[in-house]
Every structure is written in structure tokens, then in C-alpha cells.
């Protein structure tokens, strides 16, 4: 969306003259009204080019506006999430502004949300609850709302309503634009809404305020064309926009100069990359082939589709090296029934061959998952199917849900029929499977040597170091503070369900990368 269908986007209303009952309400003819993000623009999947930009700087009236003043950001939901509030502090640090890890300090407080499930709003609008004592406190204190949730029209009609404390709404689409918006802010008395309905063009150069210096997550591409009947993200997020190949090839160059340790490659929907190119044939194969070339020890990528998976890929991670053996490959069913009402556009079968081919390709390679379980007309047998796919994967650990409707979605629509107690039941079983087969998969390494990238203390003990394996396995061991940032060998001497214990016996300051 360009910045002329941005200013149509907000409209202002007056009273009709002719209204008798308005005629000395002079209020009403200033009134302005906003257009919420519209979900039915939001589906609409134009043929209009994604322009790319690659100048993006602070404009030059706007430098110093964050002097003498600090931001907290506090974000919900998932990676993309977060890398999106690295950008966000870099913009902020970019206008003067300091980081406070405290609301009480802040004099603009953001809250990145995720609207992937009601829990993750319901904590949202409770913390603006929470927050409103603030705003009474220091009347110059901006809060805003951001993130997937600001996408959604019934979120921003509900603030508009009821949260007045609320200064500042804008979307996934326009972070470039966050001096312009804090600028409007500072000078408007009225709330600034901006969330454009339509995806924005992918903007190059954003300044990054990364978490550590050990791991880093790279943004490949923005958006999702998939449509799963339960899901809000295509709508959140916009339609599938791939960044250029030598930008994020650049990118990665200067965090393995940095000393970064491990990349995750992102995207709502990874390897769909390149799919929107129209000037070549490019995927994420192709992409991963030339990062593994790159001097960083380990390479992953989040989150995958099933159907996009495709054997170009699987060749290039068997070649290994740098590209570990662990894959997050959502299924969130074992049924074809229910995958089909889901609209995830694969069958069982289709994913239990897609599983073969990796593990035939690539040896020792372990797998993770999503599952949703009392999903719209799910059936006990329906269920059980779910149950034997996951023990005939054989997955190491998993992320369940108990399912609930998002407004906007195809899903929403349909009877939700699965009393709450079966759901209940359904996860508790299915978290039974989780928990033995990760216990089992963690026996496997006691006595093995691992090699662990350490993270730093552990967050119930500062004198144990933590840190993750190839394959994400979590290792507590005891070692020198030297040790964190660093990729060392731990022996195991102990398996809990979802943990390793260890002891170091060596330190690796050059690892060898294929």
C-alpha cells in the first residue's frame, strides 16, 4: 500500500446538516473517524508490485526526537514477533531513545502482540488494564498496541472503544514508518491509529537491536498464502513477499564477522521462499546451499510447510555441515479428514513420505511438531490417528493446542463442537505420548559427548551454564562463565524428560563447518 491509499484509508466524518438534533453539537463535525484493517482486504491477494527499498534512514527532522526519553517493548507470540521488536528498538535507539527494562521509567511503552490465540490477546488487553494507572501518572507517557493483533479489525474497534489510555496503533506492515507515527503522536491529542489493510513493500537496511551476540534470526520473507481454515496470520501478515537473495546472503556475511553462532532463517511459511519471484527460479534450497558455504557453525529455518518442503531442499540438507539435523515440521493432525478441513492441503500419507525422505537423506535427523487437538468435528478416531502418526514419526518434543476459534478465520464460522472437557482429555493424552517419547529420545544420549553452543546461566541456577545441541537439545552442565558464547563438549551424565545433564570436557574455539 502506498502512501496515497494510506491517507484514503482514514476518513473523516461530519454530522449531516440537515440533522436538526446535531445542529448545536458542534463536536460532531470534527469527529474523526478511523477504517479499521479491513480481514476481507486482508485476503485479497493483488497482482501489484512489491517494490523494494533499500534507503531506509531516519528522516532528518525526526533525529533527537527520543533525547532525554526511554521505550520498553514487551512482545508476545513468536519469532518473527521478536525480530520484529529488534527492528523497532533499532529505530528507537536510532531516534534517542534509551531501553528501560521497566514500565515505570518508560515514556513510550509498545506491546508487540501475537493474535494467534485468544489467551495471547485476553493477556494483552489485561496488561493495557494494568497499564492505564500510568497514563494518569505521567499524562506524556505514550502506549501503544502493535504487532498481529493491531491486523485485526475487531482488536482495533475494541481499543477504540474501551481502551482511550491507548495512544498509538499501527500494524506489521508499516514499522518503517514508527518515527512518523510517534511524531503524529507527540503532536495530535487523538489516538493515532495506522494499519494498512494490504501488505507494504519489503524494506531494506532497518536497524536491528539484536538479543546477544551468540544467536541471531534472519528474516527471509514476510507473509502467508496458505489459508489453514484456523489460522489469522495470512491475514496478520500479509501475502508471501521474499527478500532478495544477496541481501540476506549480505546479512548473514556480516553476523558471521560479528562472531554469531547460530542463525534461524524465518518466515511465517520458510520454504515458500522464492515462490513470488518472478525474474528466476530461486527457493530456499538454492538460499540454504550458499549460506552453509558461510563461516557460522549452525544454520536452521522456521517454520516449514509440508507442502512446500520440496527434495531440493532435503538434497541440500543432506549435504550437512553447518545445516543441523533438527526440522520443525508442523502437522497439526494425523487425520486426513480433519487436514482437509483444515484446508492444510495434504494428506497423511503425503507427510509420512515427506518424513521417510528426510530421514533417508539425512541420517539422525529429529523432528518436532505442531498439533491442534478438538478441532471442529473431530471424532475420538479422528483423534487416535493423530496419536499413532505421532508415534510412527517418532517426534522428540511437540507444541499442542487445545483448539479455539479466531474471529475472521473460516474456522470461526463452523459449530465448535468438541465439548471442552474431550478437548481437555485429548491434550492431556496426547501430552502423555509428548513426554514418554521425549523421555525416550533423551536416554539415547546418556553417556554420549555432545557439542553445545552455551547460552549462558540457567535460569534456575547461576552456578550451571545452559546452552542447546545441533538438535535443540537443552544441556545444563557446570563450567567457566568463559564458556558462554561458545560451542563446547559436554559429556552426558544424566536424562530428564526435557533436559539434558552433563559435564564439560572440552572447549571447542574453532569449529569445523563443512
Known amino acids: 500500500m502506498n502512501e496515497k491509499q494510506r491517507l484514503e484509508g482514514q476518513q473523516v466524518q461530519t454530522a449531516n446538516p440537515s440533522d436538526n438534533n446535531s445542529e448545536k453539537d458542534y463536536s460532531k463535525y470534527f469527529e474523526a473517524v478511523y477504517t479499521p484493517p479491513s480481514l476481507k482486504e486482508a485476503k485479497k491477494r493483488g497482482k501489484e508490485e512489491v517494490k523494494y527499498h533499500n534507503d531506509f534512514g531516519i528522516p532528518e527532522e525526526f533525529r533527537g526526537m527520543g533525547l532525554g526519553r526511554k521505550f520498553y517493548i514487551r512482545t508476545y507470540g513468536c519469532q518473527m514477533n521478536e ?103 507527540y503532536m495530535s491529542k487523538e489516538m493515532v491509529v495506522e494499519v494498512w489493510s494490504k501488505e507494504g513493500d519489503v524494506i531494506e537496511n532497518l536497524p536491528k537491536v539484536r538479543q546477544g551476540k551468540i544467536k ?26 521474499s527478500r532478495r537473495p544477496e541481501d540476506i546472503i549480505q546479512e548473514v556475511r556480516q553476523l558471521a564477522a560479528q562472531g554469531y553462532q547460530e542463525i534461524t532463517l524465518l518466515g511465517q511459511n520458510v520454504n515458500a521462499y522464492g515462490k513470488d519471484f518472478e525474474d528466476m527460479k530461486y527457493g530456499l534450497g538454492d538460499l540454504m546451499d550458499e549460506i552453509r558455504k558461510i563461516d557460522i557453525p549452525r544454520i536452521r529455518f522456521t517454520t516449514s510447510h509440508p507442502r512446500d518442503f520440496d527434495d531440493h531442499l532435503i538434497e541440500v540438507l543432506a549435504k550437512g555441515g553447518n545445516l543441523v539435523e533438527h526440522i520443525h515440521l508442523p502437522v497439526q493432525s494425523g487425520s486426513n479428514e480433519v487436514l482437509k478441513i483444515m484446508a492444510r492441503k495434504y494428506t497423511r500419507e503425503h507427510y509420512l513420505e515427506l518424513i521417510r525422505k528426510i530421514k533417508a537423506a539425512v541420517p539422525g535427523a529429529t523432528f518436532t511438531t505442531d498439533i491442534i487437538v478438538g478441532y471442529p468435528n473431530e471424532t475420538d478416531e479422528q483423534f487416535e490417528e493423530t496419536i499413532s502418526l505421532y508415534r510412527e514419526v517418532g517426534y522428540e518434543s511437540a507444541y499442542t493446542f487445545i483448539y479455539s476459534p479466531r474471529e475472521g478465520t473460516p474456522a470461526a464460522q463452523m459449530q465448535d463442537n468438541v465439548p471442552m472437557e474431550v478437548k481437555k482429555e485429548r491434550l492431556q493424552r496426547l501430552n502423555a505420548v509428548v513426554k514418554e517419547l521425549s523421555a525416550e529420545a533423551m536416554k539415547k544420549y546418556n553417556g554420549q559427548t555432545v557439542e553445545v553452543l552455551v547460552e549462558g546461566e540457567s535460569k534456575n541456577n547461576p552456578d550451571v551454564l545452559a546452552g542447546y545441541t545441533r538438535k535443540s537439545k537443552l544441556v545444563n552442565f557446570i563450567g567457566p562463565k568463559s564458556a558462554i558464547g561458545k560451542i563446547v563438549k559436554v559429556k552426558i551424565t544424566d536424562t530428564k524428560t526435557w533436559s539434558l545433564n552433563g559435564e564439560m570436557i572440552e572447549e571447542l574455539n574453532v569449529v569445523e563447518v563443512e
Request: hydrophobic fraction near 35%; proline fraction near 3%.
Open 83 to 185: 525480530h520484529d521488536t529488534e527492528v523497532m528498538a533499532g529505530i528507537f535507539l536510532s531516534l534517542g531513545y534509551e531501553p528501560t527494562d521497566s514500565v515505570e521509567d518508560a515514556n513510550v511503552i509498545l506491546l508487540n502482540t501475537c493474535a494467534v490465540r485468544e489467551n495471547a490477546e485476553n493477556k494483552v488487553f489485561g496488561e493495557l488494564g494494568h497499564l492505564k494507572h500510568l497514563k494518569k501518572e505521567k499524562p506524556d507517557l505514550l502506549l501503544g498496541v502493535c504487532g498481529c493483533m493491531s491486523q485485526e479489525e475487531s482488536v482495533v474497534n475494541k481499543i477504540l472503544k474501551t481502551y482511550d489510555q491507548v495512544d498509538i496503533i499501527f500494524g506489521t506492515h508499516n514499522i518503517h514508518r514508527l518515527p512518523n507515527i510517534l511524531h503524529e503522536a
Open 216 to 241: 541471531a534470526w534472519v528474516n527471509i520473507m514476510y507473509g502467508c498464502d496458505k489459508f489453514c481454515t484456523y489460522c489469522i496470520v495470512p491475514f496478520t501478515r500479509g501475502k508471501e513477499r
